[in-house]
C-alpha cells in the first residue's frame, strides 16, 4: 500500500494535520504534495515528512502527480480539497484502481437540518460516490452520511484531538470566583436560554451569590447582541461576559467549569475534548454525540443533565460549584480520558479503514 496526500491550498485542516503527523509517527511510509513555498510545504519539511512541491499550473500539477503515481505505484491519493479533489478524478483515469480516500472536520450540521449542498462540492462529491473512503471527526456526520447516502461501509470516524494552544489569558483570574465557560453554535436560540436561565438560578442562590461568574463565546457575531439580550432577561448581566469566538483565547482559560448545551445537530464534541483536556470541569446536554462520547467507558468525566431543562442544568452547575471533590473527581476523569494515545488511535483507525475499503 502506497499513500500520497493531496492539497492544492496553502493549509489544510488542524485534524489532517495531526492526521500525517499520527501516521508518520507510527513509521508508515507516505508522500504529501503540496504548492510549493506553502504553509504545508512548510509544515512538511518541519515534521521531516516527505513532500513533493507542486507548480501552480494546474497542468503541471497534473504531469508531476501521474509521474510520481506511476513511479511509485501509490494504490491510495487522499485529496484534502475540491481541486485536488479533482485531480485525483483525472488521474484515476489513467490509474483505475487508484482509490481516493478524504476526510472533514468542520460542523456541517446545522440542528433540523441536515442536508449537503451543492455550494460544497468537495462534501457534495461524497453523497455522488466519488471517494472510495471518507473519514471526519463527528460521530453524528459519519452516522447521517452512512444512512443517509448508503455510505456505512465507506465512512470512518477518527478521534478528535484538541489543539494545543497557551494556557493563559491577558485578563487576571479572580481567584474568588468561579467561572463557568458557555460555547455556543447559535443553532438553537434555545440552547442559550436554557443556559442563561440556569445561570439566573444559579447567580441568585445565596452560598453562590457573588462567587459566580459567565463567559459566552458564540461562534457567531451577529448573535451577540441576542445574547446580551438575554442575559438582561434573565438578571445576569452584572456576572456575564458575551463576545464571538475572537475572545475564546481571552475567557475560556479563565474557565473552571465548561458547559456545552447543545440541543441538536452534531454536538460540541470538539469543547468536550478540549474541555478534558485542559482540566475543565464538564457540564454537557444529554444530546446522543455528547453521550457517546462521556459514556463511551468512563461516567467520572462530566455531569449530563437533560437537554431541555434548565433546572437540571442549574443543579449541575451548582454541584461542580460547591463540591470541590466531585470537580476534581470530573477532571482527574476528564484527563485520563484526554491523556490515552490519540494519535496512535488516530493512525490505527486510519490504517484499518483504507485497507479494508
Known amino acids: 500500500m502506497a499513500l500520497l496526500f493531496l492539497s492544492t491550498k496553502n493549509s489544510v485542516h488542524g485534524q489532517s494535520e495531526k492526521l500525517l503527523t499520527a501516521l508518520k509517527r507510527k513509521e508508515v511510509s507516505f508522500c504529501f504534495a503540496c504548492p510549493e513555498n506553502s504553509r504545508n510545504a ?35 491519493l487522499h485529496v484534502f480539497d475540491e481541486k485536488a479533489l479533482g485531480l485525483a478524478l483525472w488521474l484515476r483515469r489513467f490509474f483505475p484502481v487508484l482509490k481516493i480516500v ?19 462540492p468537495y462534501l457534495f462529491a461524497l453523497t455522488k460516490g466519488k471517494f472510495n473512503v471518507f473519514f471526519c471527526s463527528s460521530p453524528e456526520l459519519g452516522l447521517y452520511l452512512g444512512r443517509t447516502f448508503n455510505l456505512q461501509n465507506r465512512i470512518g470516524i477518527l478521534p478528535f484531538i484538541p489543539q494545543v494552544r497557551g494556557g493563559s489569558s491577558c485578563l487576571g483570574k479572580n481567584p474568588q470566583a468561579f467561572s463557568f465557560f458557555l460555547h455556543s453554535f447559535c443553532e438553537q436560540e434555545n440552547d ?14 445565596e452560598n453562590a451569590k457573588g462567587s459566580v461568574f459567565f463567559f459566552v463565546c458564540l461562534e457567531k457575531t451577529q448573535c451577540v447582541q441576542r445574547a446580551l439580550e438575554l442575559a438582561e432577561q434573565y438578571g445576569v448581566q452584572d456576572v456575564c461576559v458575551c463576545a464571538d469566538k475572537t475572545f475564546f483565547d481571552v475567557f475560556y482559560p479563565l474557565a473552571d467549569s465548561v458547559l456545552c448545551v447543545s440541543s441538536d445537530g452534531e454536538g ?45 442544568l442549574y443543579k449541575c452547575m451548582h454541584k461542580v460549584f460547591a463540591d470541590e471533590a466531585l470537580r476534581c473527581r470530573l477532571v482527574r476523569g476528564g484527563r485520563r480520558k484526554a491523556g490515552k494515545d490519540l494519535l496512535e488511535t488516530m493512525a490505527g483507525e486510519y490504517l484499518k479503514k483504507i485497507r479494508n475499503a
Request: aromatic share 10%.
Open 268 to 312: 460540541d464534541y470538539s469543547m468536550i475534548c478540549k474541555a478534558w483536556h485542559d482540566g475543565k470541569a464538564l457540564i454537557a446536554s444529554d444530546l446522543a454525540v455528547h453521550t457517546k462520547f462521556i459514556l463511551s467507558d468512563s461516567m467520572d468525566c462530566a455531569l449530563l443533565y437533560p437537554r431541555d431543562d434548565a433546572a437540571s
Open 42 to 76: 512548510g509544515f512538511a519539511s518541519a515534521r521531516a515528512f516527505e513532500f513533493l512541491e507542486l507548480p501552480g499550473n494546474r497542468i503541471m500539477q497534473f504531469f508531476a502527480l501521474k509521474k510520481y503515481i506511476r513511479r511509485h505505484a501509490v494504490t491510495h
Open 102 to 120: 478524504g476526510d472533514w472536520h468542520e460542523r456541517v450540521l446545522n440542528g433540523a437540518e441536515l442536508r449537503l449542498k451543492k455550494d460544497n
Open 192 to 205: 442559550l436560554t436554557i443556559a442563561f436561565e440556569a445561570a439566573a438560578k444559579l447567580a441568585s442562590d
